[in-house]
């Protein structure tokens, strides 16, 4: 009877180690799906960040370039203007300051 009562015993210990490891196991595998949610869920953000950065840094660089050409298009109309203009002076304005200002639509001085 001795004997059984140690068996009962040491068999309830190892049922109870078992029950406490199976716990310990469950809360450890529910901490890893949420962190690997959570890692999956970063990944595709990360993943959609990074594609809105290379449009964003695209569009960066395409009005960069129209600022560029811009840039060039209102000095070339510039020149032409001041070049015109002074074959303008002491009348209203000339055929060529007249065909300008219907390219530019900016209202020009009489010079």
């Known amino acids: 009877m001795c004997l059984m009562a140690k068996e009962e015993l040491e068999s309830?210990?190892?049922?109870?180690?078992?029950?406490?490891n199976f716990e310990n196991y469950s809360k450890l595998f529910d901490a890893f799906k949420q962190t690997h949610e959570e890692a999956n869920r970063l990944a595709l953000l990360k993943n959609w960040l990074k594609g809105l950065n290379n449009w964003l840094e695209n569009r960066v660089k395409?009005?960069?370039?129209?600022?560029?050409?811009?840039?060039?298009?209102?000095?070339?109309?510039?020149?032409?203007?001041?070049?015109?203009?002074r074959k303008c002076v002491g009348t209203s304005f000339c055929k060529n300051c007249e065909s300008l200002q219907k390219k530019v639509k900016i209202p020009f001085k009489n010079r």
Do not use: A, G, P
């Not at 395409?62 to 203009?85: A, C, H, P, V």
């Open 12 to 20: 309830s210990k190892v049922s109870s180690r078992n029950s406490i």
């Open 62 to 85: 395409t009005l960069e370039e129209e600022l560029s050409n811009s840039k060039t298009d209102f000095e070339n109309l510039e020149m032409i203007y001041q070049n015109s203009s």
